[in-house]
């Protein structure tokens, strides 16, 4: 059964920073594009930052670039975001997802249950 | 603002159909990317409801179905549930943003 299960949220100060993780299992790790999408409550769903299989290759989302940094270690199954210089925009629910597809284009076929972060002074 | 935009609400009573529309535009959409939907209940994460337009993953019940035409989407619900009182937002990609992934601004559906 595939399992994702992320950890680290909670609640910061303006320029805070904190480190989500996101345990896999259930499948091959290593052969995924793995992502970061975030929701603010009661608002839609907005892309964070997508990694390849290897983490060779990131893209993050205009409104996080520089600040939260997407990075994964396949020994570890594990799927991290470093959040820097966190604002009180980044307050979201964040889901680590597991992308299928290819050539650029994914879609996410297994969702996290998602860890609140908060950031407010 | 999101790049796709959906109705905010839909409602229908149980047994009947209702859709959900998903609007692009020609570099999304209209560009010949696929769409996707997904179904959050309420205090749930989302799932995977329709994938590449027309596809149910295992385990979802034929009531849903996708069709995609021009810059456009729908999902459509027959024999409408109760259990299917939740949030829907479709997904596509953009060629003109890194990163290509966009979602629609999501749809309660409420089931009377």
């Known amino acids: 059964e595939v399992q994702l299960v992320e950890s680290g949220g909670g609640s910061v100060q303006p320029g805070e920073s904190l480190r989500l993780s996101c345990e896999a299992s259930?499948?091959?790790?290593?052969?995924?594009?793995m992502y970061w999408v975030r929701q603010v409550p009661g608002n839609g769903l907005e892309w964070v930052s997508l990694?390849?299989?290897?983490?060779?290759?990131?893209i993050s989302a205009d409104s996080v670039k520089g600040r939260l940094t997407i990075s994964r270690d396949n020994a570890k199954n594990t799927l991290y975001l470093q959040m820097n210089s966190l604002r009180a925009e980044d307050t979201a629910v964040y889901y680590c997802v597991r992308g299928r597809g290819g050539s650029g284009r994914y879609y996410f076929d297994y969702w996290g249950q998602g860890t609140l972060v908060t950031v407010s002074s | 603002q999101s790049v796709l935009t959906q109705p905010p609400s839909v409602s229908g009573a149980p047994g009947q159909r209702v859709t959900i529309s998903c609007t692009g535009s020609?570099?999304?959409?209209?560009?010949?990317?696929?769409v996707y939907w997904y179904q959050q209940l309420p205090g749930t994460a989302p799932k995977l409801l329709i994938y590449?337009?027309?596809n149910r993953p295992s385990g979802v019940p034929d009531r849903f179905s996708g069709s995609k035409s021009g810059t456009s989407a729908s999902l459509a619900i027959t024999g409408l549930q109760a259990e299917d009182e939740a949030d829907y937002y479709c997904?596509?990609?953009?060629?003109?943003?890194?990163?290509?992934?966009?979602f629609g601004g999501g749809t309660k559906l409420t089931v009377l």
């Open positions: 020609s570099s999304n959409i209209g560009a010949g990317n696929d």
């Open positions: 590449t337009n027309t």
């Open positions: 259930g499948f091959t790790f290593n052969i995924y594009w």
């Open positions: 990694i390849n299989t290897d983490g060779s290759s990131t």
């Open positions: 997904q596509s990609h953009d060629n003109s943003l890194s990163g290509y992934v966009v």
